[in-house]
C-alpha cells in the first residue's frame, strides 16, 4: 500500500541467518515426525506389552504412559532435542530482529499515525499481565507476549510472527501462509453456515494478528477487534493489518473482563488461547464471550483436542507440552469436560457446536468442502495442522 511496508515482511537475514532458520525447520520436523515415530514403535513394541503384563490391561490415559516411557533413552533423547529444537527456533529470528527493530517501530510508528484503512490500536498500560505471563517464557520464547525492550517496540511481535514461521516451516500439513486457523474457521463458517454474516467479530488473545486478519478479508464488511494483553505484539499486528489493507480495531485487554458491552459482537473465536490460561480463569473467559455475544451470535474456539477424543498414547504425546514447554495449564485443560464447560458458561446445550475443520490451506477446495459437509470425509488426525479442533456454541 503506497510506500508502507508491511512488517510482517521487513526482516532481512542473511545467508547464514536463512539457513540456520532452514535448519531449524528441518530438525524441528525429523524431531516430530521421524523420530516420534521410533518412539511410538518403542512404546508399542515394548513398554505396552510391559504394562499389559503387569496389569491385567492397556494405559488408559497419557499419564500412566508417561510414567514408563520417561525411563525410556528414546525418551529422554526425543524430549531433549524437541526442547532444544524449541529453544532454537527464536534463536534462530531473534538476531534477525534486533538488527532490523528499529526499522520496524519506525513502520509501525508512521502506520498509527496514518491508519491508512480505518483500523486503530488502543493500547492501556493499566492491564494487569497475568501471572502466568509473567512468571513463565510460554513456548520457551524470550520475553513471552507482553515484553518491552524500548519506546514503541514491536520486538515480541516480531519474533512470535517470524519464529512461528520458522516452527511450522518444515511440517507437513503447514503452510507458510497467514493465519491457517482463521482461515479454515472462516472458510468453514461460509460453508457450513452460509446464511450466517457476522457484522462484528472478536478474536481473543489475538497475538501478532495473523489469525485475525483472515476474517476481515472474508468477511469483509464486518467490523473486526482483536484483544491481547501484549502491547509489542498489538503494534506489530496493527501495523501488519494497515499494510495489508485490512482495518481491525486493536485493544489491550484482558479476556477476563474486556469492558465490551453486553450483546455487542456477532462472532468470537480464538486459536490456541484457552490452554494458556487457568481452569478457573477459563471458566470465568467463557462466560464473558456469552455476556459479550449478541442472541443469536455464535462462539467458536480453536483448540488442542480433548482427551476423552484421543487415544492415551496420543495424549502422552500432546502433553509434553505441560511439562517441558512452559505451559503449565496445558494438560488440565485438556482433560476438561469440554460440554458441560460451555453449558456451564451459559450457553443452552442443544446450541453447542463441537467440530472438526480441516486445514484450509493445505486442503484442496472440493476436499475442503465436502469434508464440511460429510464428516465422514474428514481425517481426525490433529497434528501437524491436518485437522482443527473447535468447540463453541450458538447464543
Not at 518403542?42 to 494405559?59: A, I, S
Not at 477487534?225 to 503494534?235: F, M, Q, T, V, W
Request: net charge neutral; charged share 25%.
Amino acid at each position: 500500500m503506497g510506500n508502507i511496508k508491511n512488517v510482517a515482511n521487513m526482516l532481512n537475514p542473511s545467508h547464514d541467518e536463512t539457513n540456520r532458520q532452514k535448519f531449524v525447520s528441518i530438525l524441528r520436523k525429523k524431531i516430530l515426525v521421524d523420530f516420534a515415530q521410533d518412539m511410538k514403535s518403542v512404546y508399542k513394541n515394548k513398554v505396552e506389552p510391559k504394562f499389559n503384563d503387569l496389569n491385567n490391561r492397556y494405559p488408559t490415559n497419557g499419564r500412566e504412559i508417561r510414567t514408563h516411557m520417561i525411563k525410556e533413552m528414546i525418551f529422554k533423547g526425543w524430549s531433549s532435542l524437541r526442547y532444544n529444537a524449541q529453544l532454537m527456533t527464536w534463536l534462530s529470528v531473534k538476531s534477525c530482529i534486533e538488527r532490523d527493530l528499529s526499522k520496524m517501530i519506525e513502520e509501525s510508528n508512521k502506520i498509527q499515525k496514518l491508519n491508512p484503512t480505518g483500523g486503530s490500536l488502543s493500547l492501556d498500560s493499566n492491564v494487569k499481565i497475568p501471572r502466568e505471563i509473567t512468571e513463565l517464557d510460554i513456548h520457551l520464547m524470550p520475553g513471552c507476549f507482553h515484553t518491552e525492550y524500548t519506546d514503541h517496540d514491536v520486538a515480541q511481535g516480531a519474533l512470535y510472527h517470524y519464529g512461528t514461521n520458522v516452527f511450522s516451516g518444515g511440517l507437513q500439513h503447514r503452510k507458510l501462509v497467514k493465519g491457517s486457523v482463521g482461515t479454515s474457521i472462516a472458510n468453514f463458517l461460509k460453508i457450513a453456515f452460509p446464511n450466517f454474516k457476522p457484522d462484528k467479530i472478536l478474536d481473543i488473545g489475538c497475538t501478532a494478528g495473523a489469525n485475525t486478519i483472515p476474517y476481515g478479508e472474508i468477511f469483509s464488511n464486518a467490523e473486526i477487534h482483536g484483544i491481547d494483553i501484549g502491547a509489542s505484539l498489538l503494534r506489530f499486528a496493527h501495523a501488519r493489518a494497515e499494510s495489508e489493507n485490512i482495518p481491525i480495531h486493536f485493544h489491550q485487554k484482558n479476556a477476563l473482563e474486556t469492558g465490551f458491552e453486553s450483546n455487542t459482537f456477532d462472532f468470537i473465536t480464538s486459536s490456541f488461547f484457552f490452554h494458556e490460561v487457568s481452569v478457573k480463569d477459563t471458566n470465568k473467559i467463557l462466560k464473558e464471550c456469552y455476556r459479550l455475544l449478541k442472541p443469536g451470535g455464535l462462539m467458536l474456539h480453536m483448540e488442542l483436542p480433548p482427551s476423552n477424543e484421543t487415544d492415551p498414547y496420543y495424549n502422552f504425546y500432546l502433553d509434553w507440552d505441560a511439562f517441558y514447554n512452559n505451559e503449565p495449564h496445558y494438560l488440565k485443560f485438556r482433560e476438561l469436560d469440554f460440554e458441560s464447560l460451555i453449558t456451564k458458561a451459559g450457553f443452552e446445550k442443544n446450541k453447542l457446536l463441537f467440530t472438526r475443520i480441516p486445514n484450509y490451506p493445505s486442503t484442496p477446495e472440493e476436499e475442503f468442502k465436502s469434508s464440511i459437509l460429510d464428516k465422514s470425509t474428514l481425517r481426525r488426525d490433529h497434528g501437524n495442522g491436518a485437522v482443527w479442533y473447535t468447540f463453541g456454541g450458538w447464543k
